[in-house]
């Protein structure tokens, strides 16, 4: 492969990647930082909650807020008797 030639495949590769680039550039440059991103919507943004007391067949007592499991501590208990 002969210079000339090699100078000729680089000048088209520049030829075809520097709009690329350019575009490129002007979309991060032109980008209005006061409005939000784009958001891809998950099936979890959509998905609807339950209520603690709901009826819910599936689990074992009825009701979908459970019991905690044995062993759990519970909310306000100290451990040791000063303030933490």
Do not use: D, G, H, Q
């Given at each position: 492969m002969n210079?000339?030639?090699k100078y000729?495949?680089?000048?088209?590769?520049?030829?075809?990647?520097?709009?690329?680039?350019?575009?490129?550039?002007?979309?991060v440059l032109t980008r209005n930082?006061?409005?939000?991103n784009y958001v891809w919507p998950t099936q979890m943004q959509n998905d609807a909650a339950a209520s603690p007391y709901e009826a819910n067949p599936v689990l074992p007592i009825g009701f979908t807020m459970q019991h905690p499991v044995q062993g759990t501590i519970p909310r306000g208990y100290q451990p040791f008797h000063y303030d933490t």
């Open positions: 210079v000339n030639r000729r495949i680089l000048l088209w590769i520049l030829c075809f990647l520097s709009p690329v680039l350019v575009i490129f550039l002007l979309t930082y006061s409005e939000p």
